[in-house]
């Protein structure tokens, strides 16, 4: 079985300022982790995943996550926030295992002021 | 680019009716999923197909039921709906399990 814990039900930053949302997984077997982002009264869209392979991934919007598998964390940065990234984001996890399937986290409200 | 389509977007039912939400994706997907929006709670998956003829249950199953009517199609169904159900409704597939979502705009289901 697997789950996700994001830190911070709700972020707040100013326009410029370096965002830093915190996720962190348990999972018997090497996860799959993503990152989604949910504007208001829309479906979800994925901003970047993990799969395999290079641990720092980039992803759209200047997003990007390190996987740190000592730290069983996949925290999702970017450098200088945007009043546009003002949305809600969810870090979710999956396993390549019979009986699984993909699970989120609570998610984080992330505010941008001017 | 239709992508996953839920329909209806908005629905009202009172305390013991019945519904079904209708989920179709053309992407040739082999899975798909049901979740629920509540706030604070994130989404929580309520019913998954991990393949054509498979249903499985998620971390919320009861008081409802699913369908895999076939490769494209998912439907849930409330038998008597309580107002606990009141929720927004997301349907997802994904290629198998463990690979990228994709998600239908939603449902907003109000029980009064």
């Known amino acids: 079985a697997q789950s996700v814990t994001q830190l911070g039900s709700h972020v707040s930053v100013s326009e410029g300022a370096l965002v830093l949302l915190r996720c962190n997984y348990s999972?018997?077997?090497?996860?799959?982790l993503f990152w989604y982002v949910q504007y208001p009264n829309q479906g979800l869209q994925l901003l970047l995943k993990?799969?395999?392979?290079?641990?720092l991934v980039k992803g759209i919007n200047g997003f990007e996550a390190e996987f740190k598998k000592s730290e069983t964390s996949f925290h999702l940065t970017k450098p200088s926030a945007h009043m546009s990234d003002a949305a809600e984001y969810f870090c979710?996890?999956?396993?390549?295992?019979?009986?699984?399937?993909?699970?989120f986290g609570k998610g984080t409200t992330l505010s941008v002021s001017s | 680019n239709a992508g996953v389509t839920q329909t209806p977007k908005f629905q009202v039912l009172k305390t013991g009716q019945s519904m079904t939400l209708q989920c179709a994706q053309d992407?040739?997907?082999?899975?798909m999923y049901w979740y629920r929006q509540d706030p604070g709670m994130g989404l929580r998956l309520i019913y998954y197909?991990?393949?054509?003829?498979?249903?499985d249950k998620g971390e919320v199953p009861n008081g409802y039921n699913v369908s895999r009517l076939n490769k494209r199609e998912f439907s849930l169904r409330l038998e008597s709906a309580a107002p606990s159900q009141t929720s927004v409704y997301f349907c997802?597939?994904?290629?198998?399990?463990?690979?990228?979502?994709?998600f239908g705009q939603g449902t907003r289901l109000t029980v009064v």
């Open positions: 997802a597939s994904t290629e198998v399990l463990w690979t990228e979502a994709f």
């Open positions: 999972s018997s077997v090497p996860p799959y």
């Open positions: 993990y799969t395999t392979g290079a641990t």
């Open positions: 979710a996890v999956s396993l390549n295992q019979a009986g699984t399937a993909l699970i």
């Open positions: 992407m040739n997907h082999n899975s």
């Open positions: 197909s991990a393949s054509e003829g498979t249903t």
